[in-house]
């Protein structure tokens, strides 16, 4: 079954000369399949990634989730599908200081309201232990190491049980231990709950160990 | 949920930053101080100037002048009706300056309905004869009780008591300086020498002050009774009716019914102090610019602050929009944020205007013109701390409205690639 859909993607970028990053860009994805994106340093591959989790909407092309059209959707539609069906995790953790890991992880269900409060405590301390950190669930995000923080950001994502989780260089930021308990942790969400994954990455080892890689270059995809 | 989800969120993004928030909250504070404490001041110098005037002076005077006759008696000759006549050095009749028939025109003035009080006043020439010198006079002989409801005769009178004019017979309140120049005090007797010329002592029972030096030389106040016993005249005898209306706007279209209706000359109190309702109008309008201006000021410096607070939480915006936020939520967090920092600071705003009003109606004011202004004074005008309290809910709501609606409209990633 298709989670996802790319037909002809083509994006450009205006400022200050209007280049093309992204130049007809097709592909899918399975349920269940663990994918990366590689490819050079302005290869387009970021940008490919903004626009499938539908945080970027100034693009041509067809994109379908779960086989619905993205095009025509109102900016609130679209924030209901990025809350509901995506999970995504940034370069850099990207948590809310203001609030507590825990509070953190909550956020994005207490947003979608799909169960109590009280449950959704329960499922995220659930997810917490998962990914290990269930410890530190009461303090802010500050006071956690980077790779700790990282994996708040993967729970955070977990939390509504989206259909696919997005990750912008989730290793980039951080050493090499970090990197591999990250790197763990995608691949058991992977194999165990047979979670589907798109990661983009320019780490080569990262990608080999994924079911599948999408190779970038020049905005085009040359190898499937 | 979605409202308790969106109460959370503002109030960590604002206890996370509390200084920059408590910054906001003071901005407002001290705009909503400047505009209800200035405004406040300068309203109560208003009304004080405006009392000055409006509550000495009658919205309508009836009186009697002493007129030529219209009417000539050739105009009245068959003889010449279809010639032009002109007579020179007209000269006017023989008349008492009384309004004629006073009771009946009093009685039915106080039936009407428009007309707040009615305060009969008669006025006779004199000399005060102090030694061998006489200095003319006039002797204002009031309705005491009329004259206090309506024009606040108690709060000129400095020393004696006021009432004393109609409880004592033959009683007389002089002015201030018009007492010194006979060097005479309260509870002294002084004469007067009345128009026919009979001398007449009379009993000084208080003083009193109306801010106009020369018209205190010469004024003084009696009883009604005592100035007609002064006069020799029947107690029928009013040269005056002063009356005072609920609304002192009627007061020309009034003034012309009356004169018609009595047979009197009568004037109103816009064509008596013509100058003073200019100066008024003037004041008032000095007034609105002032509190206009303020009112901006402050605006603009609430509309800063948050405008800075909410561009540094564009961080917080992004991941909130990446996490699933529309920007309607986001829109919403930060209005409820500004209305917040609006309602609390607009709060103290007004408590700490109403704090600076009542401090400054402590400050000592001595003026001879007001004895019975000790303060400066300061109106408490609630409409001041009503338009207030919705200013700096309004500028506040547009304060987060604007750069939120911003926040809210660009894609995530804009914030996110930007980093």
């Not at chain 1, 000369?17 to 663990?34: A, D, N, P, R």
């Not at chain 1, 942790?185 to 983009?200: G, P």
Request: charged share 20%; aromatic share 10%; hydrophobic share 45%.
């Amino acid at each position: 079954m298709k989670i996802l859909e790319a037909k002809n993607i083509t994006k450009y970028f205006h400022d200050p000369i209007t280049i093309q990053v992204l130049k007809e860009v097709s592909f899918s994805i399975e349920q269940g399949e663990f994918v990366s994106i590689i490819g050079k340093s302005g290869c387009g591959k970021s940008t490919l990634l903004y626009i499938l989790s539908t945080m970027d909407t100034d693009y041509e092309g067809e994109l379908y989730i779960d086989n619905v059209l993205m095009r025509q959707k109102k900016e609130a539609d679209l924030a209901l599908v990025r809350n509901e069906k995506i999970g995504f995790v940034f370069q850099f953790h990207y948590l809310l200081n203001e609030f507590s890991v825990l509070r953190n992880v909550m956020l994005p269900g207490i947003k979608l309201g799909k169960y109590s409060e009280k449950e959704i405590e329960h499922r995220a301390m659930e997810k917490l232990k998962i990914l290990g950190i269930d410890g530190e669930a009461l303090k802010k995000p500050n006071q956690l190491s980077g790779g700790q923080k990282q994996r708040v950001a993967i729970a955070r994502a977990l939390i509504n049980d989206p259909l696919i989780i997005m990750a912008d260089e989730p290793t980039g930021n951080l050493d090499k231990k970090n990197s591999e308990i990250v790197f763990t942790i995608f691949k058991e969400l992977s194999e165990v709950y047979n979670q589907s994954l798109l990661i983009v990455t320019h780490d080569g080892e990262f990608a080999k160990a994924t079911n599948r890689i999408i190779e970038m270059e020049d905005g085009k995809i040359i190898r499937m | 949920m979605n409202f308790k989800l969106i109460v959370s969120v503002s109030r960590a993004l604002m206890f996370a930053r509390w200084k920059q928030t408590l910054v906001a909250a003071i901005g407002v504070t001290f705009g909503i101080t400047m505009f209800i404490s200035l405004l406040s001041f300068m309203a109560g110098l208003n009304e004080l100037l405006d009392n000055l005037i409006i509550n000495r002076t009658p919205h309508i005077r009836l009186y009697n002048e002493v007129l030529p006759s219209e009417n000539q008696p050739v105009d009245l000759s068959e003889n010449y009706s279809g010639h032009y006549n002109f007579v020179h050095s007209v000269r006017p009749k023989k008349e008492r300056p009384e309004i004629q028939n006073s009771f009946a025109v009093i009685n039915s003035i106080r039936q009407d309905e428009r007309v707040l009080g009615v305060a009969p006043k008669v006025t006779a020439q004199v000399f005060y004869n102090i030694g061998l010198v006489n200095l003319t006079g006039l002797i204002n002989g009031i309705d005491i009780d009329a004259e206090n409801r309506l024009f606040a005769f108690s709060e000129y009178v400095t020393s004696g008591n006021f009432m004393d004019l109609k409880n004592i017979p033959n009683s007389i309140i002089l002015g201030k300086a018009g007492a010194e120049k006979m060097m005479v005090e309260t509870g002294d007797m002084i004469t007067v020498t009345n128009p026919r010329g009979d001398r007449v002592p009379l009993k000084v029972v208080g003083l009193f002050e109306s801010g106009i030096q020369e018209l205190d030389k010469v004024q003084s106040y009696a009883s009604i009774k005592t100035c007609q016993k002064l006069l020799g005249e029947s107690s029928g005898y009013i040269t005056d009716l002063q009356i005072k209306l609920h609304d002192m706007t009627l007061a020309p279209a009034m003034a012309q019914e009356y004169s018609e209706l009595y047979n009197t000359e009568a004037i109103d109190i816009q064509a008596a102090n013509a100058q003073f309702d200019t100066g008024s109008s003037i004041r008032t309008l000095i007034s609105y610019a002032v509190g206009i201006t303020l009112l901006i000021v402050a605006g603009f410096g609430i509309y800063n602050i948050l405008n800075m607070m909410i561009y540094e939480k564009m961080d917080s915006i992004a991941i909130l929009k990446a996490t699933g936020f529309s920007g309607k939520d986001v829109n919403r967090v930060f209005i409820f944020i500004a209305l917040t920092i609006g309602i609390f600071g607009g709060l103290l705003g007004l408590m700490f205007g109403f704090g600076v009003s009542a401090l400054i109606d402590q400050i000592p004011f001595d003026t001879a013109a007001l004895p019975h202004i000790k303060t400066y004074p300061v109106s408490y005008n609630p409409k001041f701390y009503i338009i207030g309290g919705i200013f700096s809910l309004v500028t506040t709501y547009f304060a987060g409205y604007f750069p939120s609606q911003k926040a809210s409209k660009i894609d995530p990633v804009i914030i996110i690639r930007g980093k």
